[in-house]
């Protein structure tokens, strides 16, 4: 899902971009420089304090509208300003590649891996990560590859095929992907339909199978406590 929001080709491409909008060599290192530590701070700094306090689910879903809004933006200074001598509008370009940098690595680049592993099965985690780790680089690769050409072809519309892309994925996160914010392995299997087996904490031992069951955290004095309640 990530690459397909043209982060990599945005990342890897920004000093051509630079270069585009007229700036001089030392003026795109800069840049580039600069680039990367807002990355990291607000890859750092959200993942800290917003992961568990915010929501998987909101934090994916802002930043996905984030990153349409922002590509769609940077694609129409990029438009008006590339051939232009505005200084100022050229920055209203950067700002947007900026702006890009902070809503993604704040937003879904760590928070993307984080619910793809709360959300699987145990017994299938390592299998399906390592799979979607290596869909990723490849999905990476190709759109990587074809940056160059696209830019040199369609120039800013290329950000238009990671709208679309990245248009979808907020529509299947809406609709299908549920919180998972300080919820147990249990709730969260629960949370997408899955038959759990239940203990009764009253009777040592007993398990009863097949229940369909959401997990409910109690309003009581101990929040560890949970009822089961039988579904359907």
Same mark, same amino acid.
């Given at each position: 899902? !990530? +690459? ?33 530590? $807002? ?7 959200? !993942? ?34 590339? /051939?232009? +001598? ?6 209203? !370009? ?28 145990? =017994? ?8 979607? +780790? ?11 590859? =074809? ?13 238009? $095929?990671?709208?679309?892309?990245? !248009? ?30 239940? =203990? ?16 409910? $955290? ?5 929040? /560890? ?8």
């Amino acid at each position: 899902m !990530t +690459s397909l929001t043209g982060v990599n080709v945005i990342q890897y491409y920004q000093t051509i971009l630079y270069r585009s909008l007229g700036m001089s060599p030392s003026t795109i290192l800069a840049l580039a420089g600069v680039h990367g530590t $807002v990355t990291f701070l607000s890859n750092v700094l959200t !993942t800290r304090y917003l992961a568990d306090q915010w929501g998987r689910r909101n934090m994916i879903l802002t930043g996905l509208s984030g990153v349409i809004l922002v590509e769609i933006y940077t694609a129409v200074m990029q438009r008006r300003f590339q /051939d232009s +001598s505005s200084a100022t509008g050229k920055g209203f !370009t950067i700002l947007g590649i900026y702006l890009f940098a902070v809503i993604y690595y704040g937003m879904l680049n760590s928070t993307t891996w984080l619910y793809g592993a709360e959300v699987l099965p145990i =017994a299938l985690r390592n299998k399906i990560m390592g799979i979607a +780790s290596a869909s990723h680089f490849i999905v990476n690769v190709a759109v990587t590859e =074809a940056g160059p050409t696209a830019f040199a072809k369609i120039r800013e519309n290329y950000y238009y $095929v990671f709208v679309c892309c990245t !248009t979808f994925f907020l529509i299947m996160a809406y609709f299908f992907f549920p919180e998972t914010r300080q919820q147990t392995l249990e709730e969260i299997a629960a949370a997408f339909g899955d038959d759990i087996v239940a =203990a009764d904490p009253g009777k040592p031992g007993s398990l009863t199978p097949g229940i369909k069951a959401h997990l409910v $955290v109690d309003n009581g004095t101990s929040i /560890d406590h949970h009822e089961i309640r039988r579904v359907g």
